[in-house]
């Protein structure tokens, strides 16, 4: 009724510090498989697209960005996502989230890890798929051209004031699209904001990421 076509639906692993070489599931915060089957089917059921978005969490309160890979983690992650996207497949998923915000794990030292995350994704899920890149993360990714959209949790600041002028918010969206719109002609991809949101307080426009802000 409000117009939405399209909708995420996130699955939290988890991972006791950033240096955790393991992922597992939560038991209070993992979906149970029925669970993401029903709500994919309902989505369906009332005419939305749906796109499953792995996250992995850190439990310690540190930010997934942060974390240190290994080739442990990344044999632990692949045994997860190549599931899901099993489960996508299954279940006529429109779009596959191979990761979110996984910045120190996206550079060019990690890449035949990630070719062979996805080449494993593309055996088991026939959809397309996209990476969830943090603001800052988008031009270092070292992947894109194994995948059919660029995502970008577009959280950008835009205005360094407590409480900025309609104005000066556009002046800082406009310098954001620019620059995205110059490095998209390097990769030749579509670009999905995969996440966006500014609270209703003061200095959101400054860092929209935090969770409390003076």
């Known amino acids: ?6 909708i995420a639906i996130m699955i939290i692993l988890i991972q006791d510090t950033i240096e955790e ?5 939560d038991p209070k915060d993992t979906p149970e498989d029925k669970a993401l089957i029903h ?6 059921s009332l005419g939305m697209k749906v796109m499953l978005k792995p996250h992995v969490d850190i ?13 442990e983690w990344f044999s632990s992650y692949k045994d997860y996502v190549v599931y899901y996207a099993k489960l996508a497949n299954e279940y006529n998923v429109e779009l596959f989230s191979i990761g979110t915000e996984l910045v120190n ?14 080449k494993e994704i593309k055996g088991v899920f026939s959809g397309p798929l996209v990476y969830d890149a943090n603001w800052d993360e988008y031009k ?8 059919d959209f660029v995502g970008i949790d577009a959280y950008f600041p835009l205005a360094q004031k407590r409480n900025p002028e309609y104005d000066q918010i556009k002046v800082g969206w406009i310098k954001c699209t620019d620059e995205i719109e110059r490095w998209q002609k ?29």
């Open 39 to 44: 709500a994919v089917n309902k989505a369906h």
């Open 140 to 147: 270092t990714v070292a992947f894109w051209d194994k995948l």
């Open 105 to 118: 794990t996206t550079t060019s030292n990690w890449h035949s890890a990630w070719d062979d995350i996805i």
């Open 1 to 6: 009724e409000v117009g939405v076509r399209n």
């Open 59 to 71: 439990k310690d309160g540190q930010w997934r960005g942060d974390i240190i890979p290994s080739p």
């Open 186 to 214: 390097t990769i030749n991809k579509p670009i999905i904001f995969t996440e966006i949101g500014y609270r209703s307080c003061e200095f959101a426009a400054t860092a929209p990421w935090e969770n409390s802000l003076n």
């Open 21 to 25: 070489k393991t992922i597992s599931i």
